[in-house]
């Protein structure tokens, strides 16, 4: 079992920056796909990225594709999402989730592990 708890969210002008980081309790975060998801207020928990184990593959929800980089640093057990170019509507709680399985998946419903989420508010 991994525990995740992501950190970085915050209140941000449109067209702004912001890191988010998910920190993992194991040392063993690299034997797991590591994604990330987005809820806004009254909407379905919705798929932003992830990473595969070995950083060869990565794949973006359309909505953020050339805006957002994940990106994942085993030896500090760190997975991160850089959000460039912020719009209202990236306005949500992100949660960082872990796969364990060797297929990938955008589905929240094919993440085991979820950390408690953090805010993430762009203003217009």
């Known amino acids: 079992q991994v525990q995740l708890k992501e950190s970085g969210g915050g209140l941000v002008q449109a067209g702004g920056s912001l890191r988010l980081s998910c920190a993992a309790s194991e040392r063993t975060l690299s034997s797991y796909i590591v994604g990330w998801f987005r809820q806004a207020p009254a909407k379905e928990r919705e798929f932003v990225a992830y990473?595969?184990?070995?950083?060869?593959?990565?794949n973006y929800a359309d909505s953020v594709k050339g805006r957002f980089t994940i990106s994942r640093d085993n030896a500090k057990n760190t997975v991160y999402l850089q959000m460039n170019s912020l719009k209202p509507e990236d306005t949500a709680v992100y949660y960082c989730a872990a796969r364990y399985y060797s297929s990938y998946s955008s589905s929240p419903s094919g993440y085991a592990y979820w950390g408690q989420g953090t805010q993430v508010t762009v203003s217009s």
């Open positions: 990473i595969t184990r070995s950083r060869d593959s990565t």
